[in-house]
């Protein structure tokens, strides 16, 4: 595995948080944990669109115009390539920290969004 595809998953395999062992939590630290968890939603969303765009010029890198011009610089891709793991890495970064705030939510009983079209408890 390359280095940068191993940095990416290696924060997998540490165990997610223990829910026996939380405290009871303050109106400070719901709000905290509850801004937290929007704010790596809202991360995680930018994370994927830049995802889906980097595979999209790795994929069209051969493609050219009707001119023969090429539609993305040698360059561009190769910086969507380097930009592509660290990316993913990101993105993994954002899914652990929203499950950890998901957690904690769940055991201090805060509602938060199952899906982005409902709210639910």
């Given at each position: ?70 539609v993305h610089s040698r360059a561009y891709v190769e910086a969507c390539a380097g930009w592509l793991p660290q990316t993913v890495a990101r993105y993994l970064r954002h899914l652990r920290q ?24």
């Amino acid at each position: 595995m390359s280095t940068a595809n191993h940095g990416a998953f290696a924060d997998l395999f540490r165990p997610l948080l223990s829910l026996p062992l939380l405290p009871p939590l303050s109106l400070d630290q719901r709000e905290r944990v509850a801004g937290a968890w929007r704010m790596a939603s809202q991360d995680i969303a930018d994370d994927i669109r830049f995802i889906r765009q980097y595979l999209k010029v790795i994929a069209e890198k051969d493609e050219r115009l009707s001119t023969g011009t090429l539609v993305h610089s040698r360059a561009y891709v190769e910086a969507c390539a380097g930009w592509l793991p660290q990316t993913v890495a990101r993105y993994l970064r954002h899914l652990r920290q929203i499950t950890e705030c998901e957690l904690v939510m769940t055991a201090a009983g805060i509602r938060f969004a199952l899906s982005s079209y409902a709210w639910e408890a």
